[in-house]
């Protein structure tokens, strides 16, 4: 019996598998313009809708850009220059309007014609004058631990700010929780950062875990912003979806498939978490829809490290090309079972799976000439030239790119944090959220944005629209040179 060692290098996963919110979500807004300060130019205040953005020219003002909002009609407004704006939907001190002048009076009642106020700040836990304290919730123990990097990589977003002067003076400091892969363990994580006082959270473990630190976090009243959960959960308003829609990743994945890799047969490999059989069932109906034939379909046990019954029922089953839908431990050992049995189909990995180099080397070539549908792309990729610069924890190609997750959730909340404005606090954080759409450029650094354009405008729940980079594996695992590398920009169909 053939049996792929289990290698230590392999212990890189940010998780399995992860599902959509029941949200709507638009699919229309890839490298979306957006105004000074990085927010949208939303309409003005018609019949009770939403209150214009206030853009005003920096230095036309004595403060710095803040959240407003009329008190009837419109709901929100912004400034996000360097002045502030003295009418709900017109400025009078050398800002112009974005949206509309004024609302239009009328039953529903009259949008942007009062005064701004600024948005109540809230609970300022976790915020000084100086800090602002930010927890990550990974799984450094357990079933798919992180990397022991994880740390001084997760704060290199924050640092390179604060070389920049920080974010209306303040730096933040990230500490990282250890969920251990459970949901025990998620809600201790949660306990624990409740007691540290921490301002904000950002999530990246196995769908179910990242299921119970929605709920944990939502309760603490502490903002969320989400890689992934289960299909069924609802997202809290304080919870922001920005990581991939897996259960429409399952239908990319099959229209690639048939697109781009033109094959005929194609298989399914899961872990039996219940949590994640939505996006399998996607992936089979599109599969079956566009006249592909799904001949193999199967999970296994997710804390297994034994596959040779898998790996030759694959090879008699035949697929051209499999979504392995697993940790990295897996796909590496699935996919090394397959190789001894003379089987190389074309895999295929969704999201924050095993779509990292440090699962490449281990598998020795068994993972070469795989693909990826991943929020961020290689290494090599001209838009991470800041990060790569700036990176000194991941001193090898072989794990560095595990920091552009981080470096990327660094972006997105440096954008909601700016828009805030200097009165932070969980509620003004959540509004700045809630309105946020981000383009191609940090408004912090001025560096590109290593995650897709995310959209939370107009009660949007899900950020990403659904787009995805796929990455493709360049080089040969067998010689130790394979590394992912970006094949197509992002996308919403394939």
Same mark, same amino acid.
């Given at each position: 019996m053939r049996r792929a060692p289990l290698a230590l290098l392999c212990t890189i996963a940010l998780l399995t598998s992860g599902c959509a919110a029941r949200f709507a979500r638009s699919d229309g807004n890839d490298s979306t313009a957006v105004s000074q300060g990085g927010l949208p130019a939303a309409q003005g205040g018609g019949a009770g809708t939403t209150g214009g953005l206030v853009s005003v020219p920096p230095g036309s003002g004595s403060t710095g850009g803040q959240l407003v909002s009329g008190s009837s009609g419109g709901t929100t407004g912004f400034s996000t220059g360097g002045g502030t704006s003295s009418t709900g939907g017109s400025s009078t001190t050398g800002g112009a309007t974005s949206g509309g002048a004024t609302g239009t009076s009328g039953a529903a009642g009259t949008?942007?014609?009062?005064?701004?106020? !600024?948005?109540?700040?809230?609970?300022? *836990?976790?915020?000084?004058?100086?800090?602002?304290?930010?927890?990550?919730?990974?799984?450094?123990?357990?079933?798919?631990?992180?990397? $022991?990097?994880?740390?001084?990589?997760?704060?290199?977003?924050? =640092?390179?700010?604060?070389? &920049? %002067? %920080?974010?209306?003076?303040?730096?933040?400091?990230? &500490?990282?929780?250890?969920?251990?892969?459970?949901?025990? %363990?998620?809600? *201790?994580?949660?306990?624990?950062?409740?007691?540290?006082?921490?301002? /904000?959270?950002?999530?990246?473990?196995?769908?179910?875990? #990242?299921? /119970?630190?929605?709920? !944990?976090?939502? &309760?603490?009243?502490? $903002?969320?912003?989400?890689?992934?959960?289960?299909?069924?959960? !609802?997202?809290?308003?304080?919870?922001?979806?920005?990581?991939?829609?897996?259960?429409?990743?399952?239908?990319?994945?099959? =229209?690639?498939?048939? =697109?781009?890799l033109h094959v005929t047969k194609v298989g399914f490999v899961g872990e039996n978490d219940p949590t994640a059989y939505p996006a399998r069932d996607a992936f089979v109906a599109e599969a079956k829809r566009i006249?592909? &034939?799904?001949?193999?379909?199967?999970?296994? =046990?997710?804390?297994?490290?034994?596959?040779?019954?898998? !790996?030759?029922?694959?090879? *008699?089953?035949?697929?051209?090309?499999?979504?392995?839908?697993?940790?990295?431990?897996?796909?590496?050992?699935?996919?090394? #079972?397959?190789?001894?049995?003379?089987?190389?189909?074309?895999?295929?990995s969704s999201s924050i799976a095993w779509g990292f180099n440090l699962a490449l080397t281990p598998a020795a070539g068994a993972l070469d000439g795989a693909k990826a549908f991943s929020p961020w792309g290689g290494l090599s990729d001209p838009r991470y030239a800041t990060f790569n610069k700036i990176d000194t924890a991941g001193h090898t190609s072989q794990d560095k790119d595990i920091g552009l997750a981080a470096w990327g959730f660094g972006q997105i909340i440096s954008a909601a944090l700016h828009n805030a404005g200097p009165d932070l606090g969980r509620n003004s954080f959540r509004v700045a959220m809630q309105n946020l759409r981000t383009g191609s450029k940090d408004v912090v650094t001025g560096a590109a944005m290593c995650w897709p354009p995310l959209d939370f405008t107009t009660g949007k729940r899900y950020g990403s629209g659904d787009r995805t980079i796929v990455m493709t594996v360049k080089g040969s695992g067998a010689s130790g040179n394979s590394v992912w590398a970006t094949e197509s920009d992002y996308a919403a169909k394939y």
């Open positions: 949008g942007g014609t009062t005064g701004p106020t !600024a948005v109540p700040a809230g609970s300022q *836990t976790g915020v000084t004058k100086t800090t602002v304290k930010i927890g990550l919730f990974v799984p450094k123990t357990g079933a798919a631990p992180v990397p $022991p990097t994880i740390d001084a990589q997760a704060q290199n977003y924050w =640092d390179y700010v604060k070389s &920049k %002067g %920080g974010i209306y003076g303040r730096n933040v400091t990230v &500490k990282i929780y250890d969920t251990g892969s459970t949901e025990a %363990g998620a809600r *201790t994580a949660v306990q624990n950062a409740v007691s540290d006082g921490i301002f /904000a959270a950002v999530s990246l473990d196995r769908i179910s875990v #990242e299921g /119970a630190l929605v709920t !944990a976090l939502h &309760k603490a009243g502490i $903002p969320h912003l989400i890689n992934q959960m289960p299909h069924a959960q !609802a997202i809290p308003d304080d919870g922001f979806y920005v990581g991939t829609d897996q259960v429409h990743n399952g239908v990319q994945i099959a =229209d690639y498939m048939k =697109d781009r006249g592909l &034939k799904v001949v193999h379909n199967e999970v296994v =046990d997710g804390m297994g490290n034994q596959f040779l019954a898998e !790996a030759q029922k694959l090879k *008699t089953d035949g697929a051209q090309s499999v979504w392995l839908y697993v940790a990295p431990n897996n796909a590496i050992n699935i996919s090394k #079972e397959s190789q001894a049995d003379g089987y190389h189909p074309t895999w295929v």
